[in-house]
Nanobody, 132 residues
Framework: QVRLVESGGDSVQAGDSLRLACIIS????????VGWFRRAPGTDREFVAA????????FYGDSVNGRFTISRDNAENTVYPQMSVLKREETSVYSC?????????????????????????WGQGTQVTISA
């Protein structure tokens, strides 16, 4: 059974940096594209970033582009979003999700990675709290 476990959530101050991690077990790591989403109380789930199975293609949400960097270590079965210049309004539960790759050589569009419905497996999330 595929399992995703997030870690790295913390309470930090605005302007700080933080690196989260998502470890995937129970399946072949390179069989999955991985995305990160966040949700604050009372809001819709928001796309943060995604990385394809090879690690050569990345996408970012509009509000984080230029401040966040997503990477993956296929030897460690882990995906890392590095977040910098964090803002108070980015306080949320951050969750990773895995999408089973059905066509490894296909070109996937950004809109594909932005859709939560495309992901097959989800972690429980990790809380990130940003204070002034």
């Amino acid at each position: 059974q595929v399992r995703l476990v997030e870690s790295g959530g913390d309470s930090v101050q605005a302007g700080d940096s933080l690196r989260l991690a998502c470890i995937i077990s129970g399946g072949t790591f390179t069989n999955y594209h991985v995305g990160w989403f966040r949700r604050a109380p009372g809001t819709d789930r928001e796309f943060v970033a995604a990385i394809n199975w090879r690690g050569c293609t990345t996408f970012y949400g509009d509000s984080v582009n230029g401040r966040f960097t997503i990477s993956r270590d296929n030897a460690e079965n882990t995906v890392y979003p590095q977040m910098s210049v964090l803002k108070r309004e980015e306080t949320s539960v951050y969750s990773c999700a895995a999408d089973s790759v059905m066509a490894p050589n296909a070109r996937y569009t950004e809109s594909y990675f932005r859709m939560p419905a495309m992901y097959d497996y989800w972690g429980q999330g990790t809380q990130v709290t940003i204070s002034a």
